[in-house]
């Protein structure tokens, strides 16, 4: 039976993250089951599917913390970041500390060109927590949370970075500030991200691909290119996009593919 | 006022009840001089004190409270290095715990005549018991707090290939902060029980307090009796405190769970 869209065409140059043919079992049934997937170097893929699919599986099997019990992942990124749905803070640190905690393991290890500072410094600029930086975590907002997750996480230069329904506890408009600040530090730092998300809108707003999951055992079920749907998307960025009409449309095609397998 | 007021009633009924004692029990003050022999009212209490038994006092308060400070932090020592080994092995963990549990369980003091008779009656034989009593609640508490860090952020150390010392010192030590303050607590007032309790043993040498409290009360001498229990119990608030301030300062601040 043939599963998803295996991406063509040549993979050894560009890719960032390569996924053959993974299934993945705890005891007694699959989770995933043989999913392939590429991500080109730069792009931003998002994965939707219905809860329990094992899309968190699948990003902590990219990721490399869990083992699939058969396939191959490649990745081809020496620093992979993690975003998870809860900001994961170490309470104990404040804000800077918080944002500096990657970057200084990178003076420990001795293999920093030094500028780890400035990169900390520049991206609590840009996500307007420098004026919060001594504050502790559990004195910030959902969404200022959200963000300095975001900051500890891109502060390491993470050529790949793995996002588990990072804005998922946020409120709509938190949501709509953080997809675009999203978007504007990826403008900057260019690097890959694999997203997983319950929310289509959130998938065809950030991503330049939309896969979408069957329920478990989670397999691919359908790709989506925004690009060919959507038009001034995604090269622009316009948030406007948001109340095209196109993009409704898109978002409804993917809904009633989830909605086939539900 | 209503974080006064409540106490301070609390200590008016307390005194009373004190006065009420002392004039209810028979044969409570001596027919010759009218001094108090059984519980001096609150204002005979310094009555029978004297230059040489401010001395004993004061020598058998330093000998008590040295042995609890440094059995209240030979205990931190040992009971966060035994919470942090067994947490990392499940294998230690099952090996260590049951045994551990049976020493939590034991009253210790019945143990104190034999350490005393292995070690000596030495300093060291009254830090040995006090830790024995006081360091159980850190090492469980460092275990559990350590457990309970949250997998998310075992995985951020993960990816950043944290050494294990990174991850013991950085991650689950600051996160098991708050439950070590927790048994810190506890294990405070163990301690003072145990260095005081533990003196009870000890016949020879300058005498803590809880032999002390044994001797004026052999003497009958009531009130210097009073005082060093008295003198025993700002021991133990003086711990309390102390341990309390530390948390404030050092996990009040960030933790607000």
């Known amino acids: ?262 | 006022m209503k974080r006064v007021v409540p106490p301070l009633i609390v200590f008016v009924v307390i005194i009373a009840g004190w006065y009420a004692l002392a004039y209810s029990l028979d044969n409570n003050f001596a027919s010759v001089d009218g001094s108090p022999l059984i519980v001096p009212p609150p204002h005979m209490l310094f009555d029978g004190m004297n230059a040489p038994t401010w001395q004993r006092i004061t020598s058998a308060l330093a000998i008590s409270a040295i042995t609890a400070i440094v059995g209240l932090l030979i205990s931190l020592v040992v009971g966060v290095s035994l919470g942090v080994v067994m947490s990392f092995s499940r294998a230690l963990e099952s090996a260590l715990w049951p045994w551990l549990i049976a020493l939590q369980v034991t009253p210790i003091i019945v143990l104190t005549p034999i350490i005393v008779r292995i070690i000596g009656a030495s300093f060291g034989a009254r830090v040995v018991v006090t830790v024995l009593i006081s360091f159980f609640p850190i090492a469980s508490n460092t275990l559990f707090g350590m457990r309970g860090v949250p997998r998310a952020l075992h995985d951020i150390f993960t990816l950043a290939r944290a050494s294990r010392w990174r991850r013991l010192t950085q991650l689950q030590l600051p996160a098991a902060s708050p439950a070590i303050f927790a048994g810190l607590r506890v294990s405070a007032g163990l301690a003072v029980i145990g260095a005081i309790v533990g003196d009870f043993f000890f016949t020879r040498g300058t005498p803590g307090l809880g032999r002390l409290v044994v001797f004026f009360f052999q003497d009958t001498r009531s009130g210097p009796m009073f005082v060093t229990a008295l003198v025993a119990i700002f021991v133990g608030l003086g711990f309390f405190v102390t341990v309390s301030l530390l948390r404030r300062l050092l996990v009040s601040p960030w933790d607000h769970n």
Not at chain 1, 7 to 26: C, E, I, K, N
Not at chain 1, 38 to 57: M, N
């Open chain 1, 1 to 262: 039976m043939p599963v998803g869209d295996a991406p063509v065409g040549d993979t050894s140059v560009a890719a960032m993250l390569v996924v053959r043919g993974v299934s993945h079992r705890f005891t007694d049934h699959d989770v995933i089951h043989d999913v392939s997937l590429t991500l080109s170097s730069g792009e931003i893929v998002a994965i939707v599917g219905p809860s329990g699919c094992g899309k968190t599986t699948l990003l902590r099997a990219c990721a490399g913390l869990v083992s699939p019990s058969h396939g191959t992942i490649e990745r081809h990124a020496t620093k992979i970041g993690f975003v998870f749905q809860e900001p994961a803070l170490l309470a104990w640190r404040r804000v800077e500390a918080n944002a500096r905690l990657l970057v200084d393991g990178e003076h420990v290890n001795g293999d920093t060109d030094g500028d780890g500072d400035v990169i900390v410094e520049q991206l609590l600029a840009v996500s307007g927590l420098a004026e919060h930086r001594h504050k502790w975590p559990h004195e910030l907002s959902g969404g200022m949370k959200m963000r300095l997750s975001l900051v500890r996480t891109l502060a390491a230069k993470p050529q790949l970075v793995l996002l588990d329904e990072p804005f998922g506890a946020l409120d709509q408009l938190t949501r709509h500030h953080l997809h675009d600040e999203f978007l504007r530090l990826h403008a900057q730092q260019r690097f890959t991200a694999l997203m997983v998300t319950h929310a289509i809108d959130e998938a065809v707003y950030l991503a330049d691909r939309v896969v979408v999951m069957s329920p478990a055992p989670g397999r691919i079920i359908a790709e989506f290119e925004v690009a060919q749907h959507v038009p001034h998307s995604p090269a622009s960025r316009e948030s406007s996009r948001r109340y095209d009409p196109s993009f409704a449309a898109l978002c409804g095609r993917i809904a009633a593919r989830l909605g086939d397998h539900s």
